[in-house]
């Protein structure tokens, strides 16, 4: 992905790397959908994102791998032992102690598999034993197991493979569109650190506008005062306008250092590099359907994906205290060939039948009431995390609906917002024409001056809160409407997912 976004950002980037500070001042432009490449490429928040995908990403790639045969080698490389024990001498019918010193070790290969959908699991494997009595002068004796197939069955009971199989995917799929909702989260974040330094920006400029006029009109109003055109107190109030002007100004240079210093720490960038924005005033010519979000967000929201996983957890809970609160048994049967010798080539001649099968079953009797009272609790909860997840998709639909209304609304506002900047603007250049004409009062002047600020101010606003609904719209669906394709599908984040 870094090969995509350092071509759209070259010159940043380089800046970045290179630029000294003797330079560091030069202006770099940047618009809202470079800033979000960015962040999606450089913040911290992009790289947590895709280290907790690479977790889950490993967690169900270890999930196959047990699905998987697996080979396990077992040895006992040496066993020294020494005891008393009691023996029974037939000649004199006596019993008496005697004392033993064996040494032994073995080594024990098996295949085994897992069967997923008994719980199960089949295995061959072949094993050779060696056993030396250092007591007494008895040949070593070697004990091999050629082949030998096996199968261990637990009966009646709770296969937590089945349930794996049903939750793991839905899981993994889960955290794929977790993980580009991570993404589109920064997309929603770099808007809100965008308008933070635009907003800055742009209460700078006024601020220096204002400091401008307020130079200006004090020294037109000295003029004006000395021909007895304005009084003593229109005069003071200029004053005033100007030292307050002069403040603001400072204040606005001091929160615009600090957005910049936010917006560059959140993009990773220089302290030294100075970016001018470009307003994102294009609005996309976009409608969708309401009905139509919500149906993607159902198949794109892992909220959704969420929800059906904590059903499955809680259905998994409750068959796994149902069975554990019954009957339940096991079964393990195996077949293989064996022989004893003397010496080791001889334990593999002429091998005999080795035959194993046991049955076993636990019947619970008298628990006082343990098992039933976990799978009633168990019963009970699952009742709570459906209640819980009813009320939860009725509140995401409700907000994915209400979000959709107000977006299309926002671009309204939007146009609007703008059309009263333009209004505002051209008021009061004709307010400050007629001020210094000696056509309007400072009332006035200073009524359409503030008018002409807050429309400002109002425009960027609701431009941000456009932007704002558009990604998270996005956010909810994962979807890009402007080139009707999964934000799974955009090369962007395919770029991402395919590093891994």
Known sequence: ?????????????????????????????????????????????AFVAQNNYLVEYWYFKNYKAGKLPFLDLTTEVGNFSRSNSLEYNFTDSTDYYVEKQTFSNSVDVSLNQVIAKTGGRVYLSSDIARLENLKRNTPVQYSSTIVSLGIQQELF?????????????????????????????????????????????????????????????????????????????????????????????????????????????FLRLGENIHITL????????????????????????????????????????????????????????????NQTANALPESYHSPNDQELVSLTLSI????????????????????????????????????????VDEFFVQKDIVAGAAKADTIAQKAFDITKRQFVTGNADLTKLNMVQQAQIAAKQQYIAALELYWNYFYFIRKLTLYDFLNNIPLTENALWREIVDEE
């Open 278 to 337: 470009i307003m994102p005033d294009n609005l996309p010519e976009l409608y969708v359907n309401p009905l139509s979000v919500l149906e993607l967000a159902r198949k794109n929201n892992p909220d959704f994906k969420t929800i059906e996983l904590e059903l499955l957890n809680a259905a998994r809970s409750v068959d796994k205290t149902k069975k554990e609160s019954r009957l339940s048994g096991g079964l393990n049967a195996s077949f293989g060939l």
């Open 157 to 265: 009971g709770f296969n937590p493979y089945k349930w794996d199989d049903k939750i793991m995917p839905l899981q993994f799929e889960a955290s794929q569109l977790r993980f580009t909702q991570s993404l589109e989260e920064i997309s929603v974040k770099t808007v809100l650190y965008f308008f933070d330094l635009a907003k800055a920006q742009v209460n700078y400029e006024i601020a220096a506008y204002k400091l401008a006029n307020s130079d200006t009109l004090y020294s037109i109003g000295q003029k004006r005062f000395d021909i007895g055109s304005i009084t003593q107190e229109d005069l003071f109030r200029l004053q005033l306008d100007q030292i307050n002007g002069k403040n603001d100004f400072k204040q606005a240079k001091n929160n615009l250092k600090r957005a910049k210093t936010r917006f560059n720490s």
């Open 364 to 403: 619970p009797i008298l628990d006082w009431g343990v098992a039933k009272g976990k799978h009633t609790l168990a019963l009970r909860q699952q009742e709570v995390v459906k209640l819980k997840q009813q009320q939860a998709l009725i509140d995401l639909e409700q907000n994915i609906i209400n979000t």
């Open 1 to 45: 992905m870094k090969g995509t976004i350092l071509k759209i950002l070259f010159p940043v980037v380089v800046a970045t790397i290179f630029l000294q500070p003797a330079v560091a001042q030069e202006a770099y432009t940047l618009t809202l959908d470079e800033a979000i490449a960015l962040a999606s490429d450089s913040s911290i928040d």
